[in-house]
């Protein structure tokens, strides 16, 4: 305590501003002297070898002198002293007692060095002092918690605590009322008891050195202010004209670590003020462990995250692949399409066509997306009111399936089929996808045969014109024949039968003779004319088409022909056959012209062989007739169902040659085919088919 | 009762009408056959006009027609008798030269009794007539052998 009062002593000896230029100049002319001192004694010193002894004085000004917890001497100047005594060789001797004591020694030559003296004129008088201070001190505002000064103007109407009778109160009082400020000052008996009161709210600022105070405002809960004044150098002090070779040595240590920005100066000064700026309050600690933990958890959770995301990634990355796989799909099957695919919406026009719009129209997507109404336009004015009508239908979820005309980009008109796959309302707006499908070809197509068919049916209708004209005419000439031709023969048979039964006896064998040949010529000759008629009547008569029981039909055919057998052996194989759709009497005659032809045609075969049976195809029944006859060379087959071509002549088979004729005629009629299969000498198989039919 | 005997043959084809004429003499009905050559002398036959007109009433016990004839043919004939009350009970037999479908059907569709196949077959007739019950009407003597058994 006695030593921070003397150090308030000792500053309020301290000089004003102009007092300090006046020690500078005076600094700057004694460097030069102080320099050959030193170096002449620095040289002198090593010549000695006794160790010279050093006496300094120790007093409490934390943290320039004082004395520590363990008892040693410690604080700036100390700390200086001790290394400038290690390199000069001295050995230190501390002196403790308080500022006053100190002083008064160090008056009486008891101690060598006095730390921390501010220089003053007065002092000088008493005291020797070196040239390089060891610091400058300066005072600061400290303000209590909560206040806030910023500006000297802002300690108006404050209370400043500051050290009773110290040099800071005549100065600070000083300023203030040079500004014309209301401050009260609350005087302390020491900065520490300043820093307490202004703590404890007693007052709301304190004065205090930038060392004191910077190394305590923090453990006593104040901030430092930016007002500071009062800036004070401090030295070593020795008694006048007694130790000037300590001074030098002192300067010369000085001045050298002045230089150097890593000198032990400056490391023990900042030892002395970085204490406080280590100093951390040990909620800072719980609020670092806190944090500490925190991180701890959060490194977990974030791991946790990761591998969750990774995973998630994982799927998405998948899923991504999938959706770009499928989008692929979708897209080549889309856009490779030979169809326009497209969607249009009721709102906004065309949105999308498919890549296939440009080789059918010759306009691409882009361009069509950019004016969604070129489509519409471009459809011919025939047809776009059927269009509308049918998109608005199909908005109203009626299907669409519309065909109509479009321009393409050369000009030319193209046939559309245009079908709705689907309509969904979006918002107050409808989308309508749909394929088009250019169907010009087909159209032309169409168009070709529809000429076609016209032209077709009128040339039936002449063909069937002509045709029945000429069945007309063919009607008239078998009329003429059955009568006109007919007639005449009549006659003939007439008279001759008139010849014969009136005048037979008067008749030579020769002349009978004759007319025998006459009658059998004429009758030859009306089998022919009958069997023609019987021919044309096939071609002309009828059909009477209902259920025909084949069978039954065979049977009652083969019946009618054992009396034409005259004792002959024939062998039948009749197979079971199906029922068909025909006129029954005219294919009874098929079976009779056949079967009538094999039974002919074995004649000298013994046994005949005659089978009739089937071998069904798809839409055919076709039936057989096969005999072990005489046959026929294959190379005469194509004349063999023609009207009078007979294979044989009249006198080995008697025959006119209308029978086959007649066959093929009706089966033709019944939709069929005929055709045979012989070998001469090998026998003959006659084939009929009947397309199977179902019964009406 | 001559005019029961009367059979009214008409038919325009000489010979046809020369050989019908010898079949029936063979069976001694020749004396009472009209001959007359087309439809429109037929029809002036039966109803006493013009050639005809001073002819004595009464129809003749059956009328051989022949379908093709000039001018009017057996099938007008036909249709004529039928629709005309004095002769719609004359029997018809019509003569063919065929059986010609169309013309049979239409004769059967216009009533006509019988038909028979030219030259006269004398079987076809007397069986046509026999079926027709004037055969005794035209006859005056026995009938031949073979008709008489079925009667």
Request: with cysteine; aromatic share 8%.
């Amino acid at each position: 305590m006695n030593g921070l009062s003397s150090l308030a002593f000792a500053d309020g000896w301290n000089g004003s501003p102009g007092s300090r230029v006046g020690r500078c100049s005076w600094r700057a002319c004694a460097s030069i002297v102080a320099l050959t001192l030193c170096l002449a004694l620095g040289s002198a010193t090593t010549a000695v070898a006794a160790p010279r002894v050093v006496r300094v004085g120790v007093y409490e000004n934390e943290p320039k002198v004082f004395t520590d917890k363990d008892g040693r001497s410690s604080g700036i100047f100390i700390d200086l002293i001790e290394k400038i005594a290690a390199d000069e060789g001295w050995d230190i001797e501390y002196v403790h007692g308080d500022w006053a004591d100190d002083l008064a020694a160090l008056e009486e030559g008891r101690i060598d060095l006095m730390p921390d003296v501010a220089y003053t004129e007065e002092r000088d008088q008493l005291f020797d002092f070196h040239k390089t201070p060891v610091v400058e001190s300066w005072s600061y505002v400290y303000a209590a918690s909560g206040q806030r000064i910023d500006r000297i103007s802002q300690l108006n109407g404050k209370r400043v605590a500051v050290l009773t009778g110290s040099i800071q109160e005549t100065t600070f009082r000083e300023m203030v009322e040079g500004f014309g400020l209301d401050v009260t000052i609350v005087g302390a008996d020491s900065l520490k008891a300043a820093f307490e009161l202004t703590a404890n709210g007693g007052a709301d600022a304190a004065i205090a050195n930038y060392l004191f105070g910077d190394y305590f405002y923090t453990q006593y809960g104040l901030t430092k202010t930016p007002i500071v004044f009062n800036a004070v150098p401090l030295y070593f002090a020795t008694a006048q004209g007694r130790n000037p070779e300590l001074l030098a040595a002192i300067d010369a240590h000085l001045n050298t670590w002045m230089q150097e920005p890593n000198s032990v100066y400056f490391t023990i000064l900042s030892s002395y003020t970085a204490k406080d700026q280590a100093r951390i309050p040990v909620y800072v600690f719980w609020t670092l462990g806190v944090i500490g933990g925190l991180l701890a958890i959060s490194a977990v959770l974030l791991l946790v995250l990761r591998r969750l995301v990774n995973r998630r990634t994982q799927h998405l990355r998948q899923a991504l692949v999938d959706l770009q796989e499928s989008e692929g799909k979708y897209r080549r099957l889309v856009e490779g399409s030979p169809d326009i695919i497209y969607s249009v919406s009721r709102k906004r026009g065309g949105l999308y066509h498919s890549q296939r719009v440009e080789a059918v129209l010759g306009y691409t997507p882009e361009y069509l997306a950019e004016f969604p109404y070129f489509w519409v336009e471009c459809i011919h004015p025939d047809d776009r009111s059927a269009v509308d009508a049918a998109l608005e239908a199909a908005q109203n979820g009626e299907p669409l399936d519309i065909e109509y005309r479009i321009k393409d980009s050369r000009g030319e008109w193209h046939w559309l089929r245009d079908r709705a796959i689907g309509t969904v309302s979006v918002g107050d707006d409808f989308i309508t996808e749909g394929v088009v499908t250019d169907i010009t070809a087909r159209k032309q197509a169409e168009e070709k045969v529809l000429l076609l068919n016209a032209e077709l049916e009128q040339r039936v209708e002449e063909r069937t014109g002509q045709l029945q004209s000429a069945n007309k005419e063919l009607e008239a000439f078998s009329y003429s024949v059955s009568h006109d031709l007919r007639a005449p023969l009549r006659h003939i048979n007439g008279f001759v039968d008139l010849l014969m039964s009136r005048s037979r006896g008067e008749l030579s064998d020769k002349s009978r003779h004759y007319l025998d040949s006459i009658a059998q010529a004429a009758g030859q000759m009306g089998a022919l004319i009958d069997d023609l008629l019987a021919f044309s009547r096939t071609s002309r008569a009828e059909l009477r088409m209902g259920a025909v029981d084949m069978n039954v039909a065979v049977r009652d055919v083969i019946a009618s022909l054992r009396d034409d057998l005259d004792g002959r052996e024939v062998e039948w194989d009749v197979s079971s056959l199906p029922d068909v759709v025909g006129d029954s009497a005219m294919l009874r005659q098929v079976w009779g012209n056949l079967l009538e032809n094999a039974v002919k045609y074995t004649r000298g075969k013994e046994p005949a062989r005659i089978g009739v049976g089937i071998s069904e195809e798809a839409d055919d029944v076709v039936f057989f007739v096969r005999d072990n006859g005489v046959g026929f060379d294959m190379q005469y087959a194509s004349k063999l169902f023609g009207v009078f071509q007979r294979l044989h002549t009249s006198a080995e088979f008697e025959g006119t040659g209308v029978g086959l004729a007649n066959v093929r005629r009706i089966v033709d009629r019944h939709g069929g085919r005929t055709w045979a299969e012989a070998e001469p000498d090998r026998g003959a198989t006659f084939f009929f088919s009947i397309p199977k039919r179902k019964v009406i | 009762m001559l005019e029961l005997k009367t059979i009214l043959l008409a038919e325009d084809n000489e010979m046809d009408v020369e050989l019908t004429l010898e079949a029936l003499a063979d069976h001694n009905l020749a004396n009472s056959v009209i001959v007359v050559s087309d439809g429109v002398e037929a029809m002036e036959y039966l109803r006493r006009e013009g050639a005809y007109a001073d002819r004595p009433s009464g129809n003749p016990a059956v009328m051989l027609l022949d379908i093709k004839m000039p001018r009017m043919d057996g099938l007008e004939v036909l249709r004529e008798v039928r629709a005309d009350p004095e002769l719609q009970m004359l029997p018809v037999v019509v003569l063919t030269s065929s059986r010609e479908e169309q013309d049979l059907l239409t004769a059967y569709a216009l009533g006509v009794n019988a038909y028979v196949v030219k030259p006269v077959a004398f079987a076809d007739f007397i069986d046509a007539v026999t079926k027709l019950g004037v055969f005794w009407g035209i006859i005056n003597e026995q009938p031949p052998r073979g008709v008489s058994r079925d009667d």
